[in-house]
C-alpha cells in the first residue's frame, strides 16, 4: 500500500482564491510527522509547513494552512489568497517515528490562473 | 553562500562516461541525502548520511557510488550509467532526529541528468 496518496494530478485555480491539495497517508506508527513542498520548475523543493501527529492544533504558516484530520489519516494543504507564484509541484511527504527519511507522494501540479 | 547547493546543474553524459554530482550544505546539518526524481514518479530515497556514516542504501545500483567527506560535502559518484538513469538528482540535508526540531529536510536545486 502507498504511505502517501496525492490523488490529483493537476488542479487549476484563478488568483486571490483559496485552494486546497489532497493527501492521505497511511502508517501504523502513533509518531509521525506530515511536510508540504513546493517544486517550482527550478526544481528546488521549498519546505511550506509541518504537522507533527501529537499536534492538537491544524498547522498554519502564512497562507499555508494544514487540514489535519487524524482520524481519517488526512492532511490537505489549503492556499489562500493564490498567487501567480504558487504554481508549481506540490509534495506530500511523511517521516515516520525516529527515522529521519521521507516518503513522498507523486505530486500535484498547482496552476494559478489570472 | 547559504542553503543547500548542487553542482552541476545540468550534465549529458554517455554511457561509458563518470562524472561526480557534488552537493554542499551551509547549514550545520549532520544528516544528508541523496533522491531521484524521474517524470511522473514520486522521489525515491537513494542514500543517507549521519554523520558521515552511511545509514541507508536503498536498493541502489552499484553505477551510483556515494562519498560523504564530511558533514557539508556529498557526493554521487556515476559510471556506466544506463538512459534509464536520466532524472533529477536531488540533495538534501537535515539535522539528525531527535535533535527537538521539525528534522524538515532542505533541498539543492537539483541536476537534471540526461543519459545517452
Known amino acids: 500500500a502507498q504511505k502517501i496518496t496525492q490523488t490529483q494530478p493537476g488542479m487549476f485555480v484563478q488568483e486571490k482564491e483559496a485552494v486546497t491539495l489532497d493527501c492521505t497517508y497511511d502508517?501504523?506508527?502513533?509518531?509521525?510527522?506530515l511536510f508540504w513542498y513546493k517544486q517550482p520548475s527550478s526544481g528546488e523543493m521549498i519546505f511550506l509547513i509541518y504537522?507533527?501527529?501529537?499536534?492538537?492544533q491544524n498547522a498554519t504558516e502564512g497562507r499555508y494552512s494544514l487540514n489535519f484530520q487524524k482520524a481519517r489519516k488526512s492532511a490537505n494543504l489549503v492556499i489562500s489568497a493564490s498567487q501567480l507564484g504558487d504554481s508549481a509541484m506540490y509534495f506530500c511527504?511523511?517521516?515516520?517515528?525516529?527515522?529521519?527519511?521521507?516518503?513522498f507522494g507523486k505530486g500535484t501540479m498547482l496552476l494559478v490562473s489570472p | 553562500e547559504t542553503g543547500v547547493t548542487q553542482t552541476p546543474r545540468h550534465l549529458v553524459m554517455g554511457m561509458t562516461n563518470k562524472k561526480s554530482l557534488k552537493c554542499e550544505q551551509h547549514?550545520?546539518?549532520?544528516?544528508m541525502y541523496w533522491y531521484k526524481q524521474s517524470a511522473k514518479k514520486p522521489l525515491e530515497l537513494m542514500f543517507v548520511?549521519?554523520?558521515?556514516?552511511?545509514?541507508e542504501n536503498n536498493s541502489v545500483p552499484s553505477r551510483f557510488s556515494p562519498e560523504c567527506p564530511n558533514s557539508s560535502h556529498l557526493f554521487l559518484h556515476l559510471h556506466t550509467l544506463q538512459p534509464e538513469d536520466s532524472a533529477l538528482y536531488l540533495c538534501?540535508?537535515?539535522?539528525?532526529?531527535?535533535?527537538?526540531?521539525?528534522?524538515?529536510?532542505?533541498f539543492g536545486p537539483g541536476t537534471r541528468l540526461t543519459v545517452l
Open positions: 538534501a540535508s537535515s539535522q539528525p532526529p531527535s535533535s527537538g526540531s521539525y528534522n524538515e529536510q532542505f
Open positions: 502508517t501504523s506508527d502513533p509518531s509521525y510527522g
Open positions: 547549514l550545520g546539518h549532520n544528516a
Open positions: 511527504a511523511m517521516r515516520e517515528g525516529e527515522d529521519s527519511t521521507l516518503t
Open positions: 548520511y549521519n554523520f558521515k556514516e552511511q545509514t
Open positions: 504537522q507533527g501527529s501529537y499536534d492538537q
